[in-house]
């Protein structure tokens, strides 16, 4: 490859990982009463007061966390460091785990936890996430709680309409790689 060549792969990485770590304002302004009133909104049955811990929690337990793993960088930068040691935890699946167990501490009864991974199966980054419900719903009729994605600031959507990632349920895909191990 020539040099002019790498110079330019180069500054198209850098684009990429400068990309990877911006956080849109609309996610640095937080909308907790919004995330409430949609988690809320997802049954009649949905304790209100259950709805806005799970919104206060999922905004404000994250930042913990990113302070506690000194997270400065976008996910993708910061992933690398965890990978080589320079960072305690981080990687999506710490995010995942850490959030929902710390909403199981709420004893939730009106609203279900579950848990989801996309790009299990292609080229891209595998990613996991936590999922609120309303209780005894599918995992896919709630709403995604993504706190890795920019790096400690809480994105959420309904599952369906989370335009970057399409979710699969993690018991799905862990059988789904059981399978394809045992056919190996």
């Known amino acids: 490859m020539t040099s002019r060549m790498q110079v330019i792969w180069a500054m198209v990485a850098g684009l990429f990982l400068v990309a990877c770590g911006a956080v849109p304002d609309d996610v640095r302004a937080p909308d907790q009463p919004g995330l409430a009133r949609a988690i809320a909104a997802l049954d009649p049955e949905v304790a209100p007061e259950e709805a806005q811990r799970v919104a206060r929690i999922a905004y404000a337990y994250p930042l913990e966390l990113r302070a506690a793993w000194n997270v400065t960088d976008g996910p993708l930068v910061h992933n690398t460091k965890v990978n080589q040691g320079r960072r305690p935890r981080g990687l999506c699946w710490h995010w995942a785990d850490d959030l929902e167990a710390r909403l199981r501490l709420e004893g939730l009864e009106s609203l279900s936890l579950h848990r989801a991974i996309a790009n299990h ?7 996991s996430t936590v999922i609120v419900s309303a209780k005894g719903d599918a995992w896919d009729e709630g709403i ?14 309904p599952v369906l309409e989370d335009e970057r990632y399409g979710w699969e349920e993690r018991s799905r895909v862990f ?5 394809r191990t045992a056919a190996q």
Do not use: T
């Open 144 to 157: 995604v709680l993504d706190p890795w994605r920019y790096g400690g600031y809480l994105f959420w959507a």
């Open 121 to 127: 199966d292609n080229i891209r980054i595998e990613h």
């Open 175 to 179: 059988e789904i790689k059981a399978a």
